[in-house]
């Protein structure tokens, strides 16, 4: 069964900063990688999604990046901001369309 | 706003009560789907639905009932729940669910916080 792990589980950084956040994933047989933010106690947001063909995406100050054949992605968010405080997820899409997702990353960007 | 609604957006209920969630997408998607969020625990997958068929059921207990009446709507009725049951249970939706596809992005409600006394 896919395992996906997400370290650190917790990172406060100063505002400004860029940083990495990292995904790793047992099973390199994906279809496709997502990234979510989420709020305390709210749904999810859908940042990015990498699709097993691609090497990386971007949007804005967010980087995504995927090498599948060693089961890691990271997200690299430039020049961090308060708002960015949140908890983000990574999850791996298997070929039977199922989401398995990490435990996030609780981010505090620090005034 | 995803286009996914959820609610209530908070329950609380004791063990013995009977009470039901509700899912509703307005983005003309085929497929619907609940999860169960646990503190310090991953997602977990709870049911599919594809065309209001349930395509997948996660060994998830009996006192969770799923219902999809139609394709823009999704219950989940609780019945003689546990304190553990409690968590954040989110639905997400897609535009279809069709294995090995690679463009069924999921999009997520806000999610019903429950608590089991």
């Known amino acids: 069964k896919q395992e996906v792990t997400q370290i650190p589980a917790a990172l406060s950084v100063p505002e400004g900063e860029n940083l990495v956040l990292n995904c790793s994933f047992t099973d390199s047989a994906i279809y496709n990688l997502q990234w979510f933010r989420q709020d305390p106690g709210k749904g999810l947001t859908s940042l990015l999604l990498?699709?097993?063909?691609?090497r990386e995406q971007t949007s804005g100050r967010l980087n995504a990046s995927l090498d599948k054949s060693s089961g890691r992605s990271t997200l690299y968010i430039a020049a961090s901001q308060p708002g960015d405080s949140a908890t983000y997820l990574c999850?791996?899409?298997?070929?039977?369309?199922?989401?398995?997702f990490g435990t996030g990353t609780r981010l505090t960007v620090i005034p | 706003e995803t286009g996914v609604t959820q609610t209530p957006r908070h329950l609380v209920m004791g063990m013995t009560n009977k009470k039901s969630l509700k899912c509703e997408q307005h983005l003309g998607h085929n497929a619907m789907y609940w999860y169960k969020q646990s503190a310090k625990k991953p997602l977990e997958l709870m049911f599919v639905?594809?065309?209001?068929?349930?395509?997948e059921n996660n060994s998830v207990p009996s006192r969770f009932s799923p219902e999809c009446p139609n394709s823009s709507h999704l219950f989940l009725h609780l019945h003689t729940l546990q304190p553990e049951d409690s968590a954040l249970y989110l639905c997400?939706?897609?535009?279809?669910?069709?294995?090995?596809?690679?463009?069924?992005?999921?999009?997520f409600g806000p999610g019903t916080r429950l608590t089991v006394l």
């Open positions: 999850a791996v899409k298997d070929g039977a369309n199922n989401l398995f």
């Open positions: 990498i699709q097993s063909s691609q």
């Open positions: 997400a939706s897609s535009q279809d669910w069709a294995s090995g596809s690679t463009y069924n992005e999921q999009f």
């Open positions: 639905y594809s065309l209001e068929e349930r395509v």
